[in-house]
């Protein structure tokens, strides 16, 4: 039975093809819950009433930033250097498609410019824009189902987050597997039991720590720490393909029960995902390619506004007509977000120490979906 095991401090042949197609699944989503106002006619959440489709994929984007990010500071321990290294990776294509919504896209079709900038707080859109928030932006696409001009962006403040902890667990803690395990179990634990509880959680200063949605953030540092604990322990992991085969199945009878997933998801989930990362991909046109231009953020980042310009646009009311359009429409705007935005500003991060090439090219991580 053939085995794949990750080189230390090596990307899997397929991670950009994984985020990709994480990015694709939440377009995928979203197709049909900005035609609908809603999942009612989202095929994974029909069939499972439980997750989406867009769900699975954030939480996947969580998994490999957490493998990728500990990486990053395995790699260089200096704080400054890694805070330029994710600063770098996450701001400017951030910042680009935050200004296109609130001062292209809002006057646009956000009722006129008088009408939108009569309600825009500058200040307002600019902290949210510094903090990693949704654009705190008057409502832009009036007349479709969802008057939100990019409904992705909320996930990315909550990435950033994780970020912060692996710097302070990597500056404060003295046994990193310990603290990790701890962390992962407590989070692990909290997301399966405490549930819509954490959400009534407030004290001052509880925005900054936990984000909008403490339950959700609970929920990503699930998937992110055991990510992390992957790396953690890369050198021991052996993906084989039986036991993917029965993870695959698990995860698919847990869908069926939310509880369940809570569990299945973050472990036997991540099992399954890291051998599908570190298997080889066959030498192609196609992944050279998506090896040499990561779309998966950019595409992220501008697929919902390319969606709701659509809908207007087109007055479309069907999610399956909309998919094709916005698919090409989305991979083209992360390919321009690739080539001109994020890898121009890639190339101005500080090198690490160990002068390694690989670092030195480093690849971008998530998108979180909502790196």
Known sequence: M???????????????????????????????????????????????????????????????SGYLILQSWTSDSHPGRYLARRALRIYPAFLVVTLVCGLVLGPIFGGGAAHYFGQFHPLDFTVGALLLREPVIPPVFIGNPYTDANGSLWTIQYEFMCYVIVLVAGLLARNRRAFWWALWLAALALNSLAGDTLERIR???????????PAVFVRFLTFFGAGVLCYLHRDRMRYRAAPAALCAVAVILSLFSSDAARLVLPTAGAYLQFWFAFRPAPDSALH???????????????????????????HLQSAWVLLPLAAAASLGLGFLSWRWVERPFLALKPSTRRGDPLFSSEKPYLFSVRQ
């Open 2 to 64: 053939r085995e794949s095991s990750p080189a230390r401090d090596v990307h899997g042949d397929r991670f950009n093809l994984l985020r990709l197609s994480f990015a694709g699944a939440v377009l995928f989503s979203h197709c049909f819950e900005l035609i609908d106002r809603g999942r009612i006619h989202e095929p994974l959440d029909r069939l499972f009433h439980t997750f989406s489709a867009g769900d699975l994929a954030v939480d996947g984007f969580f998994t490999l």
């Open 203 to 213: 004290f001052p200063g509880s925005r900054i720590l936990l984000g909008d949605e």
């Open 288 to 314: 050279r390619f998506v090896q040499r231009h990561d779309l998966s953020y950019g595409a992220y980042l501008f697929a919902w506004p390319a969606q709701q310009i659509l809908i207007r646009a087109f």
